[in-house]
């Protein structure tokens, strides 16, 4: 069965280290162009990412069913897409920007899962912790 908090959480570092390697490039090279493409990846990639698996971590139950997995279906895809089309347009080139805006309203609609996900699941804390 498939773990939608190891998935987050193994996406989440892989991010980090793709996100903290651009950087040092860019510094490397004195060219940070690509400075939006490295803050998406550090913001939605890690921080978002790492999130999402500690969450489903911590609430172990949030984490079964079927939206969760779309929840980290729409964020993995969005983000996949996100970052190269991003790439492209801020390198002048924005030329699969219609994919670029498609990949933002999947990171949109995955963020608004997350946010009935949490409140599932935190209501159902609650109910409990009264009972």
Known sequence: ?????????RLGVLSALVGMSLGVW???NQDFVLRPVHAHINL???????LF???YRAFPA??????PMVHFALAVLGFLILMPTLALAVMGKPVFMPAMIASEIMLVLSMLLFVVIVFMATMKKDEATVA
């Open 44 to 50: 939605l990639g890690f921080a978002s990412m790492m």
């Open 62 to 67: 949030a984490g079964r069913g079927r939206l």
């Open 53 to 55: 698996g500690l969450f």
């Open 26 to 28: 860019m510094g490397a």
């Open 1 to 9: 069965m498939i773990s939608v908090s190891n998935n987050f959480l």
